[in-house]
């Protein structure tokens, strides 16, 4: 110890001998010691999109100093790394670095600070340590003199270029992949059935593995049973899944919507780990449609009549039990207003009769009456048809003489009374 703290003051004696050159506080430095590591975890997964924190200290401390009234001080320390630009390549590792180098400003002696920069993991990484180089570029005050009269101090500064070498492990895992994408029943406003075709083309052993769909953004389709058990699901074997869906009655006819899956295991550390997501695309059905093609019913102002009505199933799928209803409204009232129509495939029509009371106040005029349809889809599910107008032309009631079968007996009956009274005559 006094052996460190001679020298330390023959130093200061010879420095203050040239105290021209260090004006100011007289600093004892080596300058910046950059370090750096990842902050949390460095293992990733194949397939990950993530993102890598490193945390960058500055370990250069100040060993001592010399304050003295007659010198300048200085702007700046020797051990501050200044205007640092940081970059991470990944050098040979299967991965891609999305970030470009950043400038992180300065960097004091005894502080850290974070840079982060977006990396994808390759699918079909394999499992293993590699090593990603981060590049440091930085300057540092190297060195300071005053000229003669000590009235200004000029600076002069050194670049320097540092690489570490940070680790990141890559571990092995399970990777779904999707074979084959079929589909039952599932058209738009019903429930269906989906089921897929799946490959485990990772390297771990799934063990009481989960398989879970989900709904992607805004997507129509929506998983109403989600996930699938999945006992053992070894490396290169396949499996089948099947789930139940439901398509809202928003989604277009013909079109395909993303849905997620994913897969929860054991792997061989007995640690509970979830694959990336996978998307895909359903293809959706048509919705089933009814559109009403009879012509419209005739009818006079007071009748009570039973009509017919003709409906088609326009729409892209089978129905079952299906049972019209017309609803009557002023100047209709109707005794019977259901009709049961049955089973009805794509493009099959069927006829339903309903019974069907004008008022005798009703306008003489063609009326348009609400009808719908209430059916089974294939999965038993009660569902209503789109309301479908029935129209009806209503006229005036004809007249006692405009009916030929009254008409035929008025002149049967006038061509009876005047044979009669011919005959009278002719008796006379």
Same mark, same amino acid.
């Given at each position: 110890?006094?052996?460190?703290?001679?020298?330390?003051?023959?130093?200061?004696?010879?420095?203050?001998?040239?105290?021209?050159?260090?004006?100011?506080?007289?600093?004892?430095?080596?300058?910046?010691?950059?370090?750096?590591?990842?902050?949390? +975890?460095?293992?990733?997964?194949? &397939?990950?999109?993530?993102?890598? =924190?490193?945390? /960058?200290? $500055?370990? @250069?401390?100040? !060993? %001592?100093?010399?304050?003295?009234?007659?010198?300048?001080?200085?702007?700046?320390?020797?051990?501050?790394?200044?205007?640092?630009?940081?970059?991470?390549?990944?050098?040979?590792?299967?991965?891609?670095?999305?970030?470009?180098?950043?400038?992180?400003?300065?960097?004091?002696?005894?502080?850290?600070?974070?840079?982060?920069?977006?990396?994808?993991?390759?699918?079909?990484?394999?499992?293993?340590?590699?090593?990603?180089?981060?590049?440091?570029?930085?300057?540092?005050?190297?060195?300071?003199?005053?000229?003669?009269?000590?009235?200004?101090?000029?600076?002069?500064?050194?670049?320097?270029?540092?690489?570490?070498?940070?680790?990141?492990?890559?571990?092995?895992?399970?990777?779904?992949?999707?074979?084959?994408?079929? +589909?039952?029943?599932?058209?738009? &406003?019903?429930?269906?059935?989906? =089921?897929?075709? /799946?490959? $485990?083309? @990772?390297?771990? !052993? %799934?063990?009481?593995?989960?398989?879970?769909?989900?709904?992607?953004?805004?997507?129509?389709?929506?998983?109403?049973?989600?996930?699938?058990?999945?006992?053992?699901?070894?490396?290169?074997?396949?499996?089948?899944?099947?789930?139940?869906?439901?398509?809202?009655?928003?989604?277009?006819?013909?079109?395909?919507?993303?849905?997620?899956?994913?897969?929860?295991?054991?792997?061989?550390?007995?640690?509970?780990?979830?694959?990336?997501?996978?998307?895909?695309?359903?293809?959706?059905?048509?919705?089933?449609?009814?559109?009403?093609?009879?012509?419209?019913?005739?009818?006079?102002?007071?009748?009570?009549?039973?009509?017919?009505?003709?409906?088609?199933?326009?729409?892209?799928?089978?129905?079952?039990?299906?049972?019209?209803?017309?609803?009557?409204?002023?100047?209709?009232?109707?005794?019977?207003?259901?009709?049961?129509?049955?089973?009805?495939?794509?493009?099959?029509?069927?006829?339903?009769?309903?019974?069907?009371?004008?008022?005798?106040?009703?306008?003489?005029?063609?009326?348009?009456?609400?009808?719908?349809?209430?059916?089974?889809?294939?999965?038993?599910?009660?569902?209503?048809?789109?309301?479908?107008?029935?129209?009806?032309?209503?006229?005036?009631?004809?007249?006692?003489?405009?009916?030929?079968?009254?008409?035929?007996?008025?002149?049967?009956?006038?061509?009876?009374?005047?044979?009669?009274?011919?005959?009278?005559?002719?008796?006379?």
């Amino acid at each position: 110890m006094k052996s460190r703290t001679i020298i330390f003051f023959i130093g200061c004696a010879l420095l203050a001998m040239v105290a021209p050159v260090w004006a100011g506080t007289l600093y004892f430095s080596g300058g910046p010691d950059l370090g750096g590591a990842i902050a949390g +975890t460095n293992e990733f997964f194949p &397939g990950a999109v993530t993102s890598i =924190t490193v945390v /960058l200290e $500055n370990r @250069g401390l100040i !060993d %001592a100093k010399i304050v003295r009234p007659d010198l300048i001080s200085r702007d700046e320390l020797p051990n501050t790394a200044k205007l640092i630009r940081v970059g991470l390549s990944a050098s040979g590792a299967p991965l891609i670095v999305k970030s470009d180098p950043q400038m992180i400003g300065d960097l004091s002696g005894g502080s850290s600070k974070t840079v982060t920069f977006d990396v994808k993991i390759d699918e079909n990484a394999m499992a293993g340590q590699f090593t990603l180089p981060l590049k440091i570029e930085y300057t540092y005050l190297y060195f300071a003199e005053t000229d003669e009269k000590g009235e200004f101090i000029q600076y002069y500064y050194k670049d320097v270029e540092k690489v570490l070498n940070l680790i990141v492990n890559i571990k092995s895992t399970a990777r779904l992949e999707v074979l084959q994408v079929t +589909t039952d029943h599932l058209n738009v &406003g019903t429930e269906g059935y989906l =089921t897929l075709s /799946l490959r $485990n083309s @990772g390297s771990v !052993d %799934a063990k009481k593995g989960v398989l879970r769909i989900s709904r992607n953004g805004n997507s129509p389709v929506i998983p109403t049973d989600s996930s699938v058990y999945v006992d053992t699901f070894p490396p290169g074997n396949t499996t089948t899944a099947r789930f139940k869906l439901s398509v809202s009655s928003s989604a277009e006819s013909g079109q395909t919507y993303p849905v997620d899956l994913v897969l929860t295991y054991k792997d061989s550390e007995g640690t509970m780990t979830t694959t990336e997501t996978v998307t895909f695309g359903v293809a959706v059905g048509g919705k089933v449609d009814f559109t009403v093609i009879s012509p419209p019913p005739q009818m006079a102002i007071g009748e009570k009549k039973v009509i017919e009505v003709e409906y088609r199933n326009t729409g892209a799928a089978k129905v079952f039990n299906a049972q019209a209803r017309l609803s009557a409204v002023d100047p209709f009232t109707s005794g019977d207003d259901t009709a049961f129509l049955g089973d009805m495939a794509p493009g099959e029509s069927k006829v339903a009769a309903f019974e069907v009371n004008v008022d005798s106040g009703a306008t003489a005029k063609e009326y348009g009456l609400d009808s719908e349809i209430r059916y089974r889809d294939a999965l038993d599910n009660s569902l209503i048809s789109d309301t479908m107008k029935v129209k009806i032309s209503v006229s005036e009631r004809p007249g006692i003489l405009s009916n030929p079968v009254i008409l035929l007996v008025i002149v049967m009956a006038a061509l009876g009374i005047a044979f009669g009274v011919i005959r009278l005559r002719k008796r006379a």
